[in-house]
């Protein structure tokens, strides 16, 4: 079947520009997962969703940073006033809880601040 | 939160050569998962394994929940093995080490 997909596989965009992020989970996974990772690092959890209830965003790095998971299913993350160290490659994961918090990836959005 | 520590970072081997790469955490936790990324940065499944052991063809993965470690066995590595392999443990939340780099060399 078809797995975790994110559009746009990368992003340029100019210093103080707000851009958004799409990621479409796994069908059927009821968690939804947003990560960063700059140049050379390991990933930096950002926020997670699970079904209905209250997102967890104790990863988000400022209030430019927020995302919305609509209907369940597809989830947008939107980065506002964009800096240039925002610049990293943001993937997206979504996992079928009740078979454990096994995740998938998605390819990743690389995104530029210039 | 939970410090997850890889080792060792970097590693060169000769192709068909085996290895073990070591994942340590600071806390219990109830999930945890071998990642594979390639040089195209794409993160690839190898072993879910909160516990226990686990073997797919040549990799098998080993967790000892109690002493907060698990380790991950590459044998007879091909140069397609070459990447970054990443820990991750948690709960709901996944907090990821960084990594062990593998180079394997024909």
């Known amino acids: 079947g078809a797995g975790v997909s994110q559009s746009p596989s990368n992003k340029v965009t100019e210093k103080g520009k707000d851009v958004e992020l799409r990621c479409d989970p796994i069908s059927g996974h009821t968690a939804l997962y947003w990560y960063r990772q700059s140049l050379g690092q390991g990933l930096e959890f950002l926020i997670y969703?699970?079904?209905?209830?209250?997102?967890?965003k104790s990863g988000l790095p400022s209030d430019r940073f927020s995302a919305e998971r609509t209907g369940g299913s597809v989830s947008t993350l939107t980065i506002q006033r964009t800096q240039q160290e925002d610049s990293a490659v943001y993937l997206c994961?979504?996992?079928?809880?009740?078979?454990?918090?096994?995740?998938?990836f998605g390819p990743g959005t690389r995104l530029t601040v210039t | 939160g939970i410090q997850v520590e890889q080792s060792p970072p970097d590693l060169i081997l000769q192709e068909g050569a085996n290895s073990t790469l070591r994942c340590n955490f600071s806390?219990?936790?109830?999930?945890l998962q071998w990642f594979h990324q390639n040089p195209w940065g794409q993160l690839i499944n190898l072993f879910y394994?909160?516990?226990g052991t686990k073997q797919n063809g040549r990799l098998s993965a080993t967790t000892v929940a109690t002493e907060r470690y698990s380790l991950l066995y590459i044998s007879s590595s091909q140069t397609t093995d070459s990447g970054v392999y990443f820990c991750a443990v948690g709960g709901n939340q996944f907090y990821f080490g960084t990594g062990t780099s593998l180079t394997v060399i024909p």
């Open positions: 969703f699970q079904g209905n209830s209250a997102p967890d």
């Open positions: 394994i909160p516990s």
């Open positions: 994961a979504s996992s079928l809880v009740s078979q454990g918090y096994e995740q998938y």
């Open positions: 806390d219990s936790v109830n999930n």
